[in-house]
């Protein structure tokens, strides 16, 4: 979609919390060729599970000390101030050799990178950079996902004037909100995330974003209880008459948010089986009186996230947003991967 720019893969937190270890070699087979990760400890785990042509870029910079574990592991620092910078090219002339590094411009997001006076201080000492291979120059939007917002021309002209003081090399701005924006947003490289994880990275209604994660609870028991019952802890719901129960194993030590106690719910076909009472770290009570009765039973599975709930559905119940259910995720989880053989052809 963005091409002729190239698309890297975002990869932080596990993949998203989906599983860096299964994601990053699929990307790799579709061609990725240029991974982020947030610190050194991901990218060194990172760094074998893909082919030494693909580039490991540490978004969080370059912690001092780290400089020459960072070398020895090959990973490429995102160099986000004129002291890491100092610090990358003292590793280089120690270690005697050229050191690949990408320089992050802060271009109004007030988060990372050089600040126009520490750009204006880069180009007026070119020494700071001995011994660093710069490959490429990044900058962050800050409201790439708000296609209309004023910030996101503001942030390119930003970018542009600071280009224009430094040398020519690939640049790097679009997240996966970006890479809904108009070209001249793209670059070389866009960045994209979230949007290879299947959430709406956009406000743009055209954007074309296929789920790419199911999740599913146990029933693990279903009951019925009068009218006068409450359930669950703190007694936040009482019934005003007779309902069904099912009891599901997931709770918000699986990273199911608590905050979809009365309100979230989760699904059997299309029916909708709102959530009881509040959330607990093992289970969640949803009421399924809406249902046949036998429809669920032990060890029954229901929808949590899938055809008829969003993950962007769930993110807005819980007043959150997709990124934060995902990189939640918890480890009880049984995960199974539809690419578990590469050569198969992939089921739909
Ligand atoms: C996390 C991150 C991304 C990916 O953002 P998405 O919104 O998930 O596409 C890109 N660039 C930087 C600097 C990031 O921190």
Not at 27 to 52: H, K, N, S
Not at 53 to 63: I, K, M, P, S, T
Request: with cysteine.
């Amino acid at each position: 979609m963005v091409a002729p720019a190239k698309a890297a893969a975002v990869v932080k937190a596990d993949g998203y919390g989906l599983g860096v270890t299964r994601i990053a070699p699929a990307l790799y087979r579709a061609g990725c060729r240029a991974f982020f990760v947030a610190d050194l400890g991901e990218a060194v785990e990172l760094r074998p599970l893909v082919a030494g042509d693909a580039a490991v870029y540490v978004l969080n910079g370059l912690q001092p000390g780290t400089e020459k574990a960072c070398a020895a592991a090959a990973v490429i620092p995102v160099l986000n101030s004129l002291e890491q910078v100092a610090n990358w090219s003292a590793a280089a002339r120690s270690l005697g050799r050229k050191l690949a590094g990408v320089l992050q411009l802060d271009t109004g997001m007030s988060r990372l990178g050089l600040s126009d006076i520490e750009v204006d201080e880069f180009t007026a000492n070119p020494a700071l950079r001995d011994g660093i291979d710069l490959t490429l120059i990044m900058s962050h939007l800050a409201c790439a996902d708000d296609a209309g917002s004023a910030a996101n021309p503001e942030q390119l002209a930003r970018l542009r004037a600071l280009l224009d003081k430094l040398p020519r090399l690939p640049v790097s701005l679009a997240n996966s909100g970006g890479a809904f924006l108009p070209a001249d947003f793209h670059f070389d490289l866009v960045r994209p995330g979230i949007a290879l994880y299947g959430a709406m990275p956009t406000n743009r209604p055209t954007a074309p974003m296929r789920p790419v994660v199911r999740l599913d609870a146990r029933v693990i028991q279903v009951r019925s209880i009068p009218p006068g019952a409450i359930v669950g802890y703190g007694a936040s719901f009482t019934a005003g008459q007779e309902l069904r129960i099912a009891t599901l194993a997931v709770g918000y030590a699986d990273g199911w948010p608590r905050h979809l106690g009365n309100c979230g719910a989760a699904y059997c076909g299309a029916v909708r089986l709102p959530i009881v009472g509040r959330v607990s770290m093992d289970s969640t009570a949803v009421d399924v009186t809406a249902l046949p009765a036998g429809t669920l039973r032990l060890g029954s599975l229901v929808e949590l996230i899938g055809p008829h709930q969003t993950l962007d559905d769930v993110a807005a119940d819980s007043g959150t947003i997709a990124y934060e259910i995902l990189t939640r995720l918890g480890p009880r989880y049984s995960r199974r991967y539809r690419d578990a053989d590469p050569g198969a052809a992939e089921p739909d």
